[in-house]
Structure formats: structure tokens, C-alpha cells
């Protein structure tokens, strides 16, 4: 069977779409355990062989030494439950928590067309985003549309929302650099936290590199 699916579908609808396909799908507890497994298998497997033609920029090849060793398995062994037919991960509770505090900070809330951003996928919006998301503590409301943008970058206690996924796009401007990142923080150093981007997709633009090497990032990510 073949399925074709447009770049801005809404992955919230795969449920629905796998149950039409599997005449008996399997019940989500057990589907939950074998990926649990899967990722324990995974500890033990050999890395991938690195690409001898890429080369790291001094940024990559800082956090290589640096950074703490990624692991596909939880270090606080926190358990998934099946709650109300959805798999939900035990620290769900305090990420809802955090979420709640997030809500509470906001001092603004602003529609960033009210900055001069323009969803006609043509009007570059990187300076309206900027303005309308200042220094954080603000809920940005980004209406349905296609916001070009040369990157936005989000202060701690900021909440970027959409109008739906598919409905409203963020994507990188044309003449952004190849490893350009769309979304991002806005302090590498420091780091930054409480940070949301809800209800949208964001579009990499990869059209705009033509018949070069792909790159690591996606091209279509809907934001939860």
C-alpha cells in the first residue's frame, strides 16, 4: 500500500492513519515495551563509521570535546506508562509543571504581525520576530501563513505559537547560509530554558540549496 504525504502533514493524525492500514494492530503496551528494548539493544551496538570527506567546524569539533557522551537510554531510568491509550513518560508531571510556570512568566502576549511580520511567503520577517520577542517573558502568537525568516532566536521564558500545524510556516529565507538554523536559543553560553514552540511547522527551506549534499537538518519539523 502507498501513501503519499504532503511535507506540512500533521504527525498528531499517524494514529489514525496506522490503525487504517494494520488490520489488527498491536495494543500499545507491548508496542511501548519492544521500543524500550530496541533502544536498550542499541547501547551495545557499534557506532556508524564517520564520513572521512565531512569536516567539523570548530564548533562541532568544541562540543565533541566538551559535551557529555550522548546515550539513546535514559541515565535516570524513568519508566513509560500507558495512560488513557497514550504512552506517557514518567517525568511528564514535572515537565507540565515547568510548562505552568512558563505560562505564568508572561508579561506580553503580542501577535507578531502587529511588528510588520507578513505571512505571504515572500516578506522576509526575521526583523518583526525579533522585535515582537525582545527579551523573553512574552507569548508570540503567529498567525496562519508563511513567515519567511533569516533565523529567529529565543530568550529563556518565551513561547512561540502557531495558529495549527500546516496553517502556519516559519521557513528559512532563500539566501540563508546551508547550516543555517531556523528556530534556535539565543544564548549558547549560558544556555536558556522555558522555552515553547507550539502549534506550527517549520520549514528548512532545502529547495534553496539546489543539487548539493544534503544536510543534518530536516526539512519540515511541525512543532508540538
Known amino acids: 500500500m502507498e501513501m503519499e504525504l504532503s511535507k506540512y502533514h500533521d504527525p498528531g493524525k499517524n494514529k489514525e492513519l ?25 547501547k551495545n551496538s557499534k557506532p556508524l563509521p564517520l564520513n572521512s570527506q565531512y569536516r567539523k567546524s570548530w564548533m562541532e569539533r568544541l562540543w565533541a570535546m566538551t559535551g557529555k557522551k550522548h546515550s539513546t537510554l535514559d541515565p535516570r531510568n524513568y519508566s513509560v506508562k500507558v495512560v488513557a491509550d497514550e504512552a506517557v513518560p514518567e517525568w511528564k508531571g514535572g515537565l507540565d509543571r515547568e510548562y505552568a510556570n512558563l505560562e ?30 525582545g527579551s523573553g517573558y512574552v507569548d508570540v502568537l503567529v ?12 530568550p529563556s ?3 512561540l505559537r502557531g495558529a495549527g500545524k500546516g496553517a502556519t510556516v516559519i521557513r528559512l529565507h532563500n539566501e540563508a ?7 534556535t536559543n539565543s544564548n549558547y553560553v549560558k544556555g536558556n530554558h522555558h522555552i515553547s514552540v507550539e502549534n506550527l511547522s517549520l520549514d528548512w527551506n532545502v ?15 511541525p512543532a508540538v
Open 104 to 133: 505564568r512568566s508572561f508579561q506580553r502576549i503580542v501577535n507578531v504581525e502587529s511588528f510588520g511580520a507578513v505571512g505571504d511567503g515572500m516578506t522576509d520577517s526575521t526583523e518583526a520576530f525579533r522585535k515582537a520577542i
Open 143 to 154: 498567525p496562519a501563513g508563511i513567515f519567511i525568516v533569516r533565523k529567529i532566536e529565543l
Open 177 to 183: 547560509l546551508k547550516k543555517q538554523r531556523l528556530v
Open 207 to 221: 529547495e534553496r540549496l539546489g543539487n548539493v549534499e544534503n544536510t543534518s537538518a530536516a526539512s519540515i519539523i
Open 18 to 42: 496506522i490503525a487504517a492500514i494494520l488490520d489488527s494492530p498491536q495494543p500499545l503496551e507491548e508496542t511501548t515495551k519492544e521500543t524500550i528494548e530496541y533502544f536498550r539493544s542499541l
Open 157 to 159: 521564558w518565551t513561547r
